[in-house]
Nanobody, 122 residues
Framework: QVHLVESGGGLVQAGGSLRLSCAASGRTSSIYFMAWFRQAPGKEREFVQGISKSGGTRHSAPSVKDRFTISRDNVNNTVYLQMSSLKPDDTAVYYC???????????????WGQGTQVTVSS
């Protein structure tokens, strides 16, 4: 089993920045790809960004490509999401996910964190 714990969410004004963290524990050797998803009220969970174990492969949703950056620290089993130029549309619960496969669909991930709320005020 793998346990994921997110942190770093909060309330920020439009144009501001936040950094989310996701700490993994347990059978971390089984994790190849880690990703961030988000879910706004009344909407489906959507892929934000993902990163391979080596960090050499990264995928991003077009809507955040120029504003968000995912990174990974394999020594501390932590993945980060640096978010800048935040917009009210970025308001959502952000979830960390991990699994053996590269993908942008929730079903492709085996493990999930509990989520952290990000609220961007206008």
């Amino acid at each position: 089993q793998v346990h994921l714990v997110e942190s770093g969410g909060g309330l920020v004004q439009a144009g501001g920045s936040l950094r989310l963290s996701c700490a993994a524990s347990g059978r971390t050797s089984s994790i190849y790809f880690m990703a961030w998803f988000r879910q706004a009220p009344g909407k489906e969970r959507e892929f934000v960004q993902g990163i391979s174990k080596s960090g050499g492969t990264r995928h991003s949703a077009p809507s955040v490509k120029d504003r968000f950056t995912i990174s990974r620290d394999n020594v501390n089993n932590t993945v980060y999401l640096q978010m800048s130029s935040l917009k009210p549309d970025d308001t959502a619960v952000y979830y960390c996910a991990a699994g053996p496969l590269l993908g942008d669909k929730p079903a492709e991930y085996d493990y999930w964190g509990q989520g952290t709320q990000v609220t961007v005020s206008s």
